[in-house]
């Protein structure tokens, strides 16, 4: 960023030191193995995210299974007394985009299927570039990491539509919306991508970096 | 931008800090207002100086406040077809769900439209009011720490465009009416990130007094301390 460059990238954990990651103080732990908790905040202190790997890995396997069946199984069915039919997520899509109103069919697709998924494989790549101790590419990823915590959250658009058309069309025996199986693995799709982005530890991305600088010298 | 540490040491005067995603020792300069500082290295935000850092956000919090009640209370939308008139609130909206058997989902939708952002509102207004006179107590820093925690999770600029797309889809079967709700909604898909962008945390934080007793296990890094260790 400055233009004159770094002499020499020190971090705090080479310090020995702890950047509290709720009020950003930065402390010295108690003990190495037991940082305890931050003096100003009570918040706890971690060199590292604890088992940041470990519990990401957990959250996106789990998130990778439900999507099959978020995006297999219906999301929600309409019942009229002459006809019932049962729409999955792409269903919606295709029916937005044949009904003409096609930007809004495009936001579904985006929000509801292409970003679950892109999450995932950047989730996965992140964790395979950080295990394999990958030097490169750190403003790449740091850039993914914050772009995947950013959009994570837009996600839980088709289940907002979902819930309020099952809410709003209950005329009953005219005709009624009731949701699909497939509503909840899409909500604990997002929402299991959403923690393992906040349990993915980006300082980890620098690590391997740094590791890399420091058998240099 | 910053001074990553060594890289001029004249501005010295300023704390030192750690960024929050790649752990970089820096110090953050004296910002002017408006001004932001990036980490020398990631780039990431390290800290903003908005130009009043406590009364402008009180102020959108307390509208949010009176906002997010008529949300809640006032009827989000209503339907009309041959004849028949049905209509729902937020909460209304989750109920259904959970009648309809989808409990866990109806629960997190519950959470993302009105408990986060509920928690949300309460415990900022707690903390800048706390801020009002200081010395903060020491709980104020976790109450700090909740309403941050809540923040992600308050969804009212994805249910807006949520409940537009369910508005086109439900048009073309019946005559849809919005409510008070839906307009309160889109004024809190606003409100909130502008709360956030109009506020300092550091400003808080620089009110809430260090823990000294005994029972602190660690403890802030005194500048002496820091050269005194060595590097």
Redesign the interface.
């Known amino acids: 960023m400055s233009a004159l460059k770094p002499v020499r990238a020190i971090t705090a954990a080479q310090c020995g030191l702890i950047s509290c990651e709720t009020c950003k103080l930065l402390a010295r732990p108690a003990h190495p193995e037991d940082p305890g908790h931050c003096p100003r905040c009570g918040g706890e202190l971690e060199f590292r995210r604890r088992r940041s790997l470990q519990r990401t890995w957990a959250l996106v396997i789990a998130a990778a299974v439900c999507y099959i069946p978020a995006n297999m199984l219906p999301m929600m069915a309409t019942t009229t007394f002459a006809s019932s039919h049962a729409d999955t997520i792409m269903g919606g899509v295709v029916y937005l985009f044949a009904s003409g109103s096609w930007p809004l069919a495009l936001i579904v697709l985006v929000a509801s299927v292409m970003v679950p998924l892109g999450k995932l494989i950047a989730l996965i790549y992140l964790l395979l570039s950080v295990q394999r101790g990958m030097p490169g590419a750190c403003h790449q990823r740091a850039r993914l990491y914050r772009m995947v915590e950013l959009i994570g959250r837009w996600s839980m658009l088709d289940v907002f539509v979902v819930t309020f058309i099952v809410a709003l069309v209950q005329l009953q025996p005219l005709m009624a919306v009731q949701p699909g199986p497939a509503v909840l693995f899409f909500a604990v799709v997002v929402v299991l991508t959403m923690i393992a982005a906040e349990t993915f530890d980006p300082r980890l991305i620098w690590d391997s970096a740094a590791n890399l600088e420091n058998e240099d010298d | 931008?910053?001074?990553?540490?060594?890289?001029a040491p004249g501005a010295s005067s300023q704390?030192?800090?750690?960024?929050?995603?790649?752990?970089?020792?820096q110090r953050i300069p004296p910002l002017p207002i408006r001004g932001e500082a990036?980490?020398?290295?990631?780039?990431?935000s390290l800290a903003a100086r908005p130009s009043d850092p406590l009364q402008i956000p009180l102020a959108l919090t307390i509208t949010a406040a009176i906002v997010f009640v008529v949300a809640i209370t006032t009827s989000?939308?209503g339907?009309s077809?041959?004849g028949?008139h049905?209509s729902?609130t937020i909460i209304?909206?989750?109920?259904?769900?959970w009648q309809?058997g989808?409990t866990?989902?109806?629960a997190?939708?519950m959470f993302?439209?009105v408990i986060a952002p509920g928690f949300f509102i309460v415990l900022m207004l707690t903390v800048l009011l706390l801020a009002k006179r200081a010395p903060v107590p020491?709980w104020g820093?976790?109450v700090?720490?909740w309403c941050?925690h809540m923040q992600?999770?308050s969804?009212y600029d994805?249910?807006s465009?949520?409940?537009?797309?369910?508005l086109?889809?439900?048009a073309?079967?019946?005559s849809?009416d919005a409510g008070i709700a839906l307009y309160a909604m889109g004024v809190l898909a606003v409100l909130l990130p502008a709360i956030m962008v109009s506020f300092d945390?550091?400003e808080i934080?620089k009110l809430?007094?260090?823990?000294?007793k005994a029972t602190?296990?660690?403890?802030?890094?005194e500048e002496a301390?820091?050269l005194a260790?060595g590097?």
């Not at chain 2, 931008?1 to 890289?7: E, I, K, N, R, V």
């Not at chain 2, 602190?216 to 890094?221: F, H, I, P, Q, Y």
């Open positions: 931008m910053t001074d990553p540490l060594g890289a704390p030192l800090m750690a960024c929050q995603e790649c752990d970089l020792l990036h980490c020398a290295r990631c780039g990431h989000l939308l339907l077809a041959v028949r049905a729902t209304g909206g989750a109920w259904q769900l309809e989808e866990i989902t109806a997190i939708v993302c439209a020491h820093g976790e700090l720490r941050l992600p999770w969804m994805v249910m465009l949520g409940i537009l797309v369910a086109i889809k439900v073309q079967l019946a849809v945390a550091r934080w809430v007094p260090c823990e000294n602190a296990s660690a403890r802030a890094v301390d820091f260790s590097r």
